[in-house]
């Protein structure tokens, strides 16, 4: 049975979402091409990109849906990318849900600025009454700490590679 998607226009996150050490724009196409293509941007972190946000940026999806770059404010510099694996669709039990995924590149960790991202896009996320879930791999420590700091609570189970699927109950523990 095919889940449909909810109509987008209805359920647009902001093209770009920031906090006051972030900005997370929406990965345009020109950035998507320039990032498969292996062209720089002056903006980009030398590590930048790594071969997860490549994976990222092959999907394109409306309403800000897709990935989006993770943009230090301090430097200005792209260091990683976060963002949704499609718009939403309804789960078995009728809520609205979405996968969301990010990374940074390593000299970027340590400092937070996974959770501060993912914090922002939960916020907006919220706002439209999405649950979100993540898949992580056991052994991945930092990943598991960041997401049970955004309130990732339910373990839903595990995926065929063994990563754990955890979910964020909505606003006052929905679903």
């Not at 590679?161 to 109950?169: A, F, K, S």
Request: aromatic fraction near 4%; hydrophobic fraction near 40%; charged fraction near 25%.
């Amino acid at each position: 049975m095919t889940t449909p998607h909810v109509s987008l226009p209805d359920l647009a996150l902001p093209d770009v979402v920031g906090t006051s050490r972030l900005r997370l724009p929406v990965i345009t196409p020109a950035h998507a091409d320039d990032m498969r293509a292996g062209r720089r941007q002056p903006s980009w972190h030398p590590d930048f990109p790594r071969e997860d946000d490549l994976d990222g940026a092959s999907a394109s999806f409306t309403g800000g849906w897709g990935s989006r770059l993770v943009v230090r404010a301090f430097d200005g510099l792209v260091c990683g990318t976060i963002g949704c694996f499609g718009p939403p669709t309804a789960h078995v039990d009728g809520v609205l849900e979405t996968e969301v995924g990010y990374g940074l590149v390593a000299e970027a960790r340590g400092h937070g600025l996974a959770t501060e991202a993912l914090r922002a896009l939960v916020a907006e996320t919220d706002r439209l009454d999405v649950r979100l879930r993540a898949s992580v791999l056991p052994d991945n420590a930092a990943s598991v700490r960041v997401l049970a700091k955004c309130g990732f609570t339910s373990l839903r189970g595990s995926t065929d590679d063994g990563e754990l699927v955890m979910v964020r109950p909505l606003r006052g523990g929905r679903g």
